[in-house]
C-alpha cells in the first residue's frame, strides 16, 4: 500500500500545479514571450529592488508558465493517468476484486473532494475535449481490432439489439418517467416535466457505452459471442443515439406545441443519414488508407502515423457532418485493416498495435477519472422518486428487451443464445461517460430539470460501472459460462473453417436461401478480384498466396528451435527430410 | 512522374479545404455545439425556404466546420506532409539527387505562390507551435538515439565549437555588420542600424540548426565522428544561442544608452544559467523517467508513452524556466535510454523507436514546407548589400572559426581532424527553421529593420540548405571521406573495446593524467553500484549480468536456422554438443 499512498501524493502535487492556471488553458492561444522585459511588464506591481532604476534590468532567470500551459497540462494529466494505473497493478489484491475503471472513478471523486475542499480550481469533464479527443483513440483501437468474423456472423442480432433494441429502451423509458410524473400512483413524483425532455433524457440514458463495456469486459472475458454481441450493440447502437438525442433535442428547441408531423419524418429520414452517411464516410477513408499504404514502400516510417491520422480524419469528417463519428472510425478501421495488414512492414505492424493500445488505454484513463471529478464539481438536483425510477426503468427495460428481442433472434441463429447469455448481455449493459457528456451538454436555459438528469445519469453510471461491473466477474464464474479461448486458429483450423464457409454457401445454393454464407463468399470474390489488386501491392499480393509456404516455414523452425532447446535430436532423419522437402518448396518460390 | 502531380494536385485541394478555416482555429476554444438549431441561429441570413415558418424545422442533416476545425486542420497538414514524403519517394531520381529538405521547401515555396495569387489565406510559420509542437519530437529522438559514446568521445571538441564557436560568430558577424553600416568601405550599405540589433541578428544567424543538419546528415552518412561533431554542435548551441539572443534582445529593449555593466554580467552569468539549469533538468528527468517504468511490469501498454511525454514534459519544463529546451530534452533522453532499455518490453522497445522516427520524421516535413510557405508569406526587405553581406560573413566566419578551433582541438585530441574533416564540418553547418522563428519572432515596433533581418536569414538558409546541403554529398564522395560503418559490435569487439578502455584507464592513473577513460571508469562503478540497483528491476539486472548466455542461446540458435535452411547436417554431432552445452547453461542460469 505504501507506493499507492505515494502515487497519490504525486496525483496531489500535480493537480496542485495544473489548478493555478486551468482557466487560463482555456481561453486562448499565447505566442512564447521570449525577451527578459516582457514578463516584467505583466506584472509591473511586483515590488524588486529593480524599481528603482527608471528601466528594468536584464534578468538572469525567469518563470513563465502561461507560454507552455497548454501542453504542460496535458502532459501532466497524462503522466497522472499513467501513475494512477501503474499504482493499481502494484497492488495485486486491489486490482484483481475491483475492475480499474471503478477504481480510477473511486480515485476521481476523491481528487474531486479534495480540490473542493481546497477551492482551487474546477475540472468537468468538458464534452468537446470529451468528443474530440478522447473517444476517437478507443473507438480506432476498437474498429482495428475488431474480430470481424464473428462481428459479421453475429451482425443481425447486434443490430437489431443496436437499432431496435436502444429506440425501444428510449421509448419506454422517456414514456414511463413522463407518465409517472404526471400520474399520482405509488412511487410518483411531483415534477412538471416535458414529455420531450423525458424522452432527451431517455435519449441519452439508454445507450450502452463502449467504453464502459470495454473496460469491463476485457478483464472478464466471457467467449466471443457474448462479447461481441454486447460490445457490437455498444458501437453500433451510437447512429441511433446521435439521431435521437438530435431529434428530441432539436423538437424541444421548436417546443412541443409547434411540433409538425414534418419534423419527426425528418428525424426518421435522419437515421439512415446518420448511419448510412458516417459508415459510409468509413468505409471510404478506410479504402483511402489502404490505397495510401500502397505507395510506403521507401517511407516505412509514416505508415503507422497514416493509419492514425486517416482513421481519426474519418470521425472527424463525421461528425462535421453531424454524422454519427463512432460508427465512421469503426468501420474505417475494419475496413482498412486487412489490406493495410497486407501493405505495411512487421515493424510497423507492431508500432500501430502497441501505440493504438496505449493511447485507447490513456483516453480511457483519462475518462474514468475525470468522470469521477466531475460527479464532485456538476450541479446536482436530487429528486429521491424520479433518480430511483430513471435506475429502476434503465435496468427492468433493458432486461426485458434484452428478452424480447433475444425470443426474435434466436428463430434465425444458428448458435442459440441461453437464457445464461441473454442475462449476461442484459447485466453487461454499462452507462458511461457518452451519457454523461451528452447531458452536460443540455443547455440549463432550455432544460430547467438539466441538474436532476445529470444526478440520475451519474446515479446509473455509477450503479451500473460499481455494481454491474464488479459483480460481473463472480457471476460469469457462477454460471459457468464459456470463457474466451485465446489462441492462433491453426493452419488445419484455417483450411477446415474456410472449407466449411465453402461447403455452407453451395448447401445455400441448393436450397435456394442467399444467406451469410453466400453474402460472404460474393464478397471475397469481389475482394480478391477488383479491391485487393487495386489496394494491395503486387509483390505482396503474390506473397499472400503462397502464405502456405510461409506457415510451413516457421512451423520448420519452431520444430529446430524446440528440439535444439530439448537437446533431443532422436528424430534427425525426419528434421533432415523436412529441411530437404523446405528447401525444394522455397525454390518452387522462387521460380515462381 | 504522374504520380507526384496527382499528390501535389491533393495538396493543393487540403489546402483549399484548410484555407477557409484557418484564422478561426487560432482564436479560441469552441465547444460541440449539438442540437439542429444553433447553427441556423448564427446564419439566420440564410435564405431556405424554412424561414417562413416562425420556427425553424428540425434538419435532416447539417454541416458544422468550426467544432472540429483544430483537430481538423492539424490532421489535414500532417496527411499533406505525408504525401509530399510519399510523392518524392516514388520519384528515384528526384529523391537521388535531392536532400528532401530541399524539395519540401520547394514545394512550400509553390503552395504559397499558388495560395498567395489565390489570395485564401496566409499561412506563416508561427514560433510558437514551432518551438512547443514541431521542435520537440525531433530533439527527443536526437537524443534518444545519441550515439552516447561518440558524444562523449569528442565532448571536448563539439562544446568547443557548440560554445566559443557560437559565441565567436555571434560578435564577429554582428560588429563586421554593424561596421560596415556605418563605415564608408567598398560593400558598404547607408543604413543607420544599432549595434545591438545587429547583435540580436547575428545571434540567431550564427547556430547551426539541428533540424537541418540531421535532415542532410542522414542521407550523406558521413564517418561518425564527424557526424556527432556537426550534430554534436547544432544541438549543444542552443544554450548559448538562446543566452545570447534573449541577452542582447533584452538589452535592446533597455537602449543601448541605458545599459550599464551589471546587464552585461547578469547575461554572462545567465549562461550558466540557462545552460546548467536546462542540463540539470533534463538529467532529473531522464532519472525519473527510469524509475517509473521499473515499475511497468503489469501496465506494459504506456511504456512508451511514459518515455515520450517525460521527454516532453522536461522540455516544457526548461522553457518554462526560459533554460534551454533543447539541451533539457537531449539529456533527458541520453539519461534516461539505458535504464529504460533495460526495463520495458521489446514490444514497448520497437514501439517507441519506431514511433520517436515516425514523429520526427512528419515534424521535419511540416517543418520544411510551412517554412518554404512562410517565404512567400513574409513580409520582406531587400538590401542587396546586407543581405549579401550577412551571407558573406556567415560563410567565411564559420569556416575561419572552424580552422582557429580545430587548431585548439587537435592539441588535445588522439583523433585529429584533418583539414577535409574541418572543411565538412564548416560546410555542414546549415541554417533552419529555429533562426527564421527566431528572427520572426522579433517585435517591428522595437526592431524596425526586422523586415530586413528576416529577408537576410532566409537567404542564408536557402543558400546552406540549397547550395550546401545539396552539394555536400558529391563533396563527401570527391574527398573520399571515410562513410559510416553500420554494423552491430560482434561480442568479440564488445569485449575487447571493453579491455581496452579499461586498459587505458590503467595507463591514464599510471601516468598521473586523469582523462577520459578514468572518468568512464568512475562513472561506470558508480552506475552499476548505485544508479542501476535503484533504476533498473532487480531482475533484469541480474539478467544483463548473464547477457553473455543470451548471446551465446542466439548464435545457437541462428546456426540451427541456417543449418536447416541449408539443408546441411553434416556436422550433426557438434549441433548437438551445442545444444547439450546450451541446456546446461540455462539449467546453471535456472539455478542462479
Known amino acids: 500500500m505504501g507506493s499507492v499512498k505515494e502515487i497519490f501524493f504525486l496525483l496531489l502535487a500535480a493537480f496542485f500545479v495544473v489548478s493555478d492556471c486551468s482557466i487560463e488553458t482555456t481561453t486562448a492561444d499565447r505566442y512564447i514571450e521570449h525577451g527578459g522585459l516582457n514578463a516584467g511588464d505583466a506584472d509591473s506591481t511586483n515590488h524588486d529592488a529593480n524599481q528603482t532604476h527608471q528601466v528594468q534590468r536584464y534578468k538572469i532567470a525567469e518563470f513563465d508558465f502561461h507560454t507552455v500551459a497548454q501542453p504542460f497540462v496535458i502532459s501532466i494529466w497524462i503522466v497522472v493517468a499513467s501513475a494512477a494505473k501503474i499504482g493499481f497493478h502494484l497492488n495485486n489484491k486491489l486490482s484483481s476484486w475491483f475492475p480499474e475503471s471503478c477504481l480510477l472513478i473511486l480515485v476521481g471523486v476523491i481528487l474531486g473532494v479534495i480540490l473542493w475542499a481546497a477551492d482551487v480550481t474546477r475540472i468537468v469533464l468538458d464534452s468537446h475535449t470529451f468528443f474530440l479527443y478522447l473517444l476517437p483513440p478507443i473507438i480506432l483501437d476498437a474498429g482495428y481490432f475488431m474480430p470481424n468474423r464473428a462481428l459479421f456472423d453475429n451482425i443481425g442480432t447486434i443490430l437489431l439489439f443496436s437499432v431496435i433494441g436502444t429506440l425501444l429502451n428510449t421509448l419506454l423509458i422517456g414514456f414511463s418517467l413522463w407518465g409517472f410524473s404526471k400520474s399520482g400512483g405509488i412511487g410518483a413524483f411531483d415534477l412538471d416535466l416535458d414529455l420531450l425532455h423525458c424522452l432527451v433524457f431517455s435519449s441519452l440514458l439508454s445507450a450502452v457505452d463502449p467504453v464502459a463495456v470495454l473496460a469491463i ?20 447502437n451510437d447512429g441511433v443515439t446521435v439521431v435521437l438525442y438530435h431529434l428530441f433535442e432539436g423538437l424541444s428547441h421548436i417546443g412541443q406545441e409547434n411540433v409538425i408531423v414534418l419534423d419527426v419524418v425528418y428525424g426518421v429520414l435522419s437515421f439512415f443519414v446518420v448511419v448510412g452517411g458516417g459508415t459510409a464516410i468509413g468505409v471510404l477513408f478506410g479504402f483511402l488508407t489502404a490505397l495510401v499504404t500502397r505507395f510506403t514502400d521507401h517511407v516505412r516510417v509514416i505508415e503507422p ?16 457532418f453531424h454524422l454519427s463519428g463512432i460508427l465512421s472510425c469503426t468501420f474505417c478501421a475494419i ?3 486487412k489490406y493495410v495488414e497486407a501493405n505495411i512492414s512487421q515493424k510497423s ?68 443464445l441461453s437464457g445464461v447469455d441473454q442475462f449476461i448481455i442484459a447485466y453487461g449493459g454499462l452507462r458511461g461517460a457518452i451519457a454523461f457528456s451528452l447531458v452536460a451538454l443540455l ?84 475482394n480478391a478480384r477488383y479491391l485487393k489488386p487495386m489496394l494491395i501491392k503486387r509483390r505482396n499480393l503474390r506473397a499472400r498466396g503462397l502464405s502456405i509456404l510461409n506457415v510451413y516455414q516457421k512451423l520448420n523452425e519452431k520444430d529446430a528451435r524446440e528440439m535444439l532447446s530439448n537437446g533431443s535430436f532422436a528424430d534427425l532423419t525426419q528434421l533432415q527430410n523436412m529441411s530437404h522437402s523446405m528447401a525444394d518448396h522455397l525454390h518452387y518460390n522462387n521460380l515462381q
Open 217 to 236: 469486459f476485457e478483464e472478464v472475458q466471457v467467449n466471443e459471442i457474448l462479447h461481441i454481441v454486447v460490445f457490437g450493440e455498444s458501437l453500433l
Open 305 to 320: 502515423l497514416v493509419v492514425f491520422v486517416m482513421g481519426y480524419l474519418s470521425y472527424l469528417t463525421a461528425e462535421m
Open 335 to 337: 475496413t482498412m485493416k
Open 349 to 416: 505492424h507492431t508500432t500501430i498495435k502497441y501505440f493504438l493500445k496505449m493511447l485507447a488505454s490513456v483516453s480511457e484513463t483519462i475518462i474514468f477519472m475525470v468522470l469521477g471529478i466531475s460527479t464532485v464539481y456538476a450541479t446536482h438536483r436530487w429528486e429521491t422518486g424520479f433518480c430511483l425510477m430513471s435506475l429502476i426503468f434503465c435496468l427492468v427495460y433493458r432486461a426485458a428487451v434484452v428478452v424480447f428481442l433475444t425470443a426474435i433472434a434466436n428463430r434465425f441463429r444458428l448458435v442459440r
Open 443 to 526: 443547455d440549463i436555459g432550455l432544460f430547467p430539470f438539466q441538474p436532476l438528469f445529470l444526478t440520475s445519469t451519474l446515479l446509473v453510471i455509477y450503479f451500473t460501472v460499481f455494481v454491474q461491473g464488479t459483480t460481473i466477474k463472480p457471476l460469469v464464474g457462477l454460471f459457468r459460462i464459456k470463457r474466451a479461448n485465446k489462441h492462433k486458429p491453426t493452419m488445419n483450423e484455417q483450411l477446415h473453417s474456410r472449407m466449411i464457409d465453402h461447403l455452407m454457401a453451395g448447401m445455400e445454393d441448393i436450397a435456394g436461401h442467399h444467406g451469410n454464407h453466400n453474402q460472404r463468399l460474393l464478397f471475397e470474390n469481389f
